[in-house]
């Protein structure tokens, strides 16, 4: 039986860069990871790499051409006639996207020299003289043995009650990535990122796109301001977004599907769909991980229990990402994964969830990082605001892409950043300023008196830090 001193079960985000780290820092690493690619040959990178993150932006920036073409040459003087979409080579390139990052990984785990196993990683029992056996099941079928194991099975969408994935008509986000024609119609229950990013890929491809949200407000955990500035603009652009509603029974037919519910006001309605993803989020993976027999204690939502330093009810064994408390998100689960192969070899890494960005990467794209004003407000912390508007950017209006804005909290005494938030062209890439600020402890000054290139979308970061203190110069 192979011995290591760590194996990472999952290659998502937080598991093969947590085996690539612990192979740096000096210790035998394997990696086991189940994912299969169409030809049944190894996939790793999870559901990000998979199903996820990377596809989802391959089709958003395919649907993206495709718009600009239709709707947005013009304003250049560039005449496209006869602009038509191939689904079919859309998924193609899609799907190559995907194999460089799988080959990607494989390179790395070569490079840094993890030993990689290809199927499903599962505890034997619990540990024998400190050294945990896990098997691994097909294609690799084999038993070896580690002192430290890191857990990054990551998570799967979460099915309404009587309305399981088909893939077919009820679609998960893996079925979402893998429509082969435009529907007509397309419901989406869930106005969170997926079906927001969904949504946004299918309408702009030329579907009727419906998105049911049970929750009375529109995207909650945002700011506000942001929030109602997004929905504006996702109105505008023909997405159709209901809240407050209540799913009832959803009816499979042969080539469509039904939904019941009832409208914020009462209404009873009926709507019949294409298709109709699903995107009310997600629960942990640890089907067939055999958690149990090793004595690693998971809470009553399945997930598994962690301390702060994602060390789990038994000695050396860890969890990261998905599968554990806080934020669902491949840059989080990445940053566990780092640490705790730094606190296996010793050191004392930190970790800020506070300081962990969000992004929606619709057009106009959302991202935030720290507390929202609604937040502040009730927590009683008296803060000042700045914001500025895209309108007002030079390099917004050359894009022509001037919808949204920039907006920065900083504490009224002290001046530190509290947050970030913005809805834009590229804020994906801005909010790395508002995350650095806020590690490092800056003020809204701080920003301010950077000197940031022009013409660039960043100045309206810089812009809205002058804002904070009403001293902005181009609005």
């Not at 304003?75 to 038509?84: M, N, R, W």
């Not at 194991?149 to 009820?170: C, H, M, Q, Y």
């Not at 800056?442 to 290139?453: K, T, V």
Request: contains cysteine; aromatic residues 6%.
């Amino acid at each position: 039986m192979d011995q290591f001193d760590v194996v990472v079960i999952g290659g998502g985000p937080g598991g093969y860069v947590a085996a690539i780290r612990a192979a740096q820092l000096g210790f035998k690493v394997a990696c086991i990871d189940e994912w299969k690619n169409a030809k049944g040959g190894p996939a790793p990178g999870g559901t990000c790499t998979n199903v996820g993150c990377i596809p989802s932006k391959a089709l958003l920036q395919s649907s993206e051409h495709y718009e600009h073409a239709l709707h947005h040459f013009g304003d250049h003087g560039i005449t496209a006639s006869g602009v038509k979409m191939d689904v079919a080579k859309m998924l193609v390139r899609k799907d190559a996207v995907v194999k460089q990052n799988n080959d990607g990984i494989l390179y790395l785990f070569k490079k840094n020299k993890v030993t990689f196993f290809h199927g499903r990683g599962s505890f034997a029992g619990a540990a024998k003289e400190g050294v945990y056996e896990i098997n691994v099941s097909e294609p690799a079928n084999a038993q070896i043995a580690a002192k430290h194991v890191i857990i990054a099975t990551g998570s799967n969408a979460r099915a309404l009650p009587g309305a399981a994935f088909d893939e077919k008509l009820i679609l998960s986000n893996d079925g979402a990535l893998r429509m082969g024609d435009v529907p007509k119609k397309l419901g989406v229950i869930g106005a969170g990122v997926i079906g927001l990013e969904m949504g946004s890929v299918w309408r702009r491809l030329g579907a009727d796109v419906t998105v049911l949200e049970g929750l009375p407000t529109f995207l909650g955990a945002v700011d506000e301001q942001i929030a109602k500035e997004a929905a504006k603009l996702f109105k505008k652009q023909g997405l159709n977004i209901s809240l407050g509603v209540k799913v009832g029974a959803i009816k499979p037919g042969k080539n469509d599907v039904t939904v019941e519910y009832t409208t914020a006001d009462g209404k009873a309605e009926t709507a019949t769909f294409d298709k109709l993803i699903v995107s009310i989020g997600r629960v942990p993976n640890t089907v067939g991980l055999n958690a149990e027999a090793a004595g690693v204690k998971l809470d009553e939502r399945g997930f598994i229990v962690v301390d702060e330093d994602c060390k789990t009810s038994q000695a050396n064994v860890w969890a990261v990402g998905d599968v554990v408390r806080g934020p669902m998100l491949a840059h989080k689960a990445e940053e566990e994964g780092v640490a705790v192969a730094e606190r296996i070899a010793g050191q004392h890494p930190h970790i800020d969830f506070n300081c962990v960005p969000w992004v929606i990467y619709t057009s106009p794209e959302i991202a935030w990082v720290g507390k929202t004003e609604q937040q502040l407000k009730a927590e009683g912390v008296a803060y000042k605001a700045g914001s500025f508007p895209f309108m007002a950017n030079g390099r917004a209006r050359a894009l022509g892409n001037t919808d949204g804005m920039v907006k920065i909290l900083a504490d009224a005494k002290t001046d530190k950043v509290l947050g970030m938030h913005a809805v834009g062209p590229v804020v994906s890439e801005l909010i790395a300023e508002g995350v650095m600020a806020m590690e490092f402890g800056a003020s809204s000054e701080d920003i301010a008196r950077i000197c940031h290139a022009h013409p660039t979308l960043s100045e309206a970061t810089k812009e809205a830090a002058l804002a904070v203190d009403k001293r902005t110069l181009n609005f």
